[in-house]
């Protein structure tokens, strides 16, 4: 069984070394790390350039900024392994619980696994109250149109298949691809999705935003305009823990 690690990163130049080593360090010994940078301004794409594209796979340069559904459209074709995992570049979320992520695609009890950030009793990040409003906002619609029970549908951890998402690589280019994939899943043929609890609180605290407050609004609208046109890909049902 191999692992492919895909990374997309924009303007990550505090990060993004520690990130490819916590991935290193995380379990499972056979595993390939894709690291897609979309168009950094910061000293990213110099990191990567000098000091780890002979540490990683593979790295892929966008010429210019195109979004994260972009970024993942790219590292998700370039992958390889068995089972793709998403894993952003912010330290938010530990790779050593890739485990909790894994096992239930190994033990064949699904194709998709979320890391959902609010289920079970495991510790788990303070979000800011108004982030998690919206997030439960946009994920209950989601559910409205694919008839599933997800609890944290923008969770970075999205582990599949590889052969359950290349050929529905998200088609939004920036945050408007979220819905993508969980519309995916819930379509006859998939097995039953799964979610698990991961349990790290990031590196991002809650005295740092993780973007702008004009930004964080901006991926809500893109959810929120890009949530109807999934629906014919989840009409027939599916679950979600």
Known sequence: MKLSIVIPCYNEERTIRAIVDAVHASPYANKEIIVVDDCSRDGTRAILEHELAARVDRVIYHAVNQGKGAALRSGIAAATGDIVVIQDADLEYDPNEY?????????????????SRFMGGRPHRVLYFWHRVGNGLLTFVSNMFTNLDLTDMETCYKVFRRESIQPRAPAENRYGFEPEPTAAGARPGCREPLSAPPSHVGARGLLQPVRGEEESRRPAAELGHCLPAQRNLGENGGRLC
């Open 99 to 115: 485990p909790l992520l894994v096992e239930p695609i190994l033990q064949g009890k699904a194709d998709v696994v979320y890391g």
